[in-house]
């Protein structure tokens, strides 16, 4: 059974589903490993302090991790670099809602250098999550081929473009 704890407090649901705290841990709502995650990062505010705790291994299986900060100085140069765009998507993005996106994630051997670190819109962050770029660019010209072949599969213009595509792909 996976709880969300702070220790001391379990956070469970009223009534009206509103999240709430308790020291009852018989009253704690239960949820499966990934239940327990995302309800913490859809829930910041109410699970600030919160982890998810296994209570049969009696261990922390799940905490949210600290979001990193880097210095307004390097945040502004790699958005410059970047010309206020997304370098996945290239949709110009204001300043105050570019994320950073490491190249090669951190969980794969990446660094925090500026090398390392690159301007996304948040849709584009979150979507490559810790994909290498490569993987990344794959996943999204398999998922664009999907859709149009659903749309356009019977055309002859998508059967030229399709076959165009997947050469330039190898």
């Given at each position: 059974?996976?709880?969300?704890?702070?220790?001391t407090e379990?956070?469970?649901?009223?009534?009206?589903?509103?999240?709430?705290?308790?020291?009852?841990?018989?009253?704690?709502?239960?949820?499966?490993?990934?239940?327990?995650?995302?309800?913490?990062?859809?829930?910041?505010?109410?699970?600030?302090?919160?982890?998810?705790?296994?209570?049969?291994?009696?261990?922390?299986?799940?905490?949210?991790?600290?979001?990193?900060?880097?210095?307004?100085?390097?945040?502004?140069?790699?958005?410059?670099?970047?010309?206020?765009?997304?370098?996945?998507?290239?949709?110009?993005?204001?300043?105050?809602?570019?994320?950073?996106?490491?190249?090669?994630?951190?969980?794969l051997g990446?660094?925090?250098?500026?090398?390392?670190?690159?301007?996304?819109?948040?849709?584009?962050?979150?979507?490559?999550?810790?994909?290498?770029?490569?993987?990344?660019?794959?996943?999204?010209?398999?998922?664009?081929?999907?859709?149009?072949?659903?749309?356009?599969?019977?055309?002859?213009?998508w059967k030229?473009?399709?076959?165009?595509?997947?050469?330039?792909?190898?």
């Amino acid at each position: 059974m996976i709880v969300i704890t702070n220790g001391t407090e379990y956070i469970y649901l009223d009534e009206e589903h509103q999240i709430q705290k308790t020291t009852d841990i018989s009253k704690a709502k239960t949820f499966t490993f990934k239940g327990c995650s995302i309800f913490i990062r859809e829930n910041v505010k109410a699970t600030k302090g919160f982890y998810a705790y296994d209570t049969e291994t009696q261990r922390i299986c799940y905490r949210r991790k600290k979001k990193k900060c880097f210095p307004k100085t390097t945040r502004m140069m790699i958005y410059n670099q970047a010309d206020g765009r997304c370098v996945l998507c290239g949709r110009k993005i204001k300043y105050e809602d570019m994320t950073i996106d490491h190249i090669r994630p951190t969980s794969l051997g990446g660094s925090d250098s500026v090398e390392n670190l690159q301007c996304t819109c948040r849709t584009c962050n979150t979507f490559k999550d810790k994909m290498l770029p490569d993987t990344f660019f794959d996943r999204i010209n398999e998922i664009y081929l999907y859709q149009m072949q659903r749309k356009y599969g019977k055309k002859l213009k998508w059967k030229l473009a399709n076959k165009l595509i997947k050469s330039m792909a190898r």
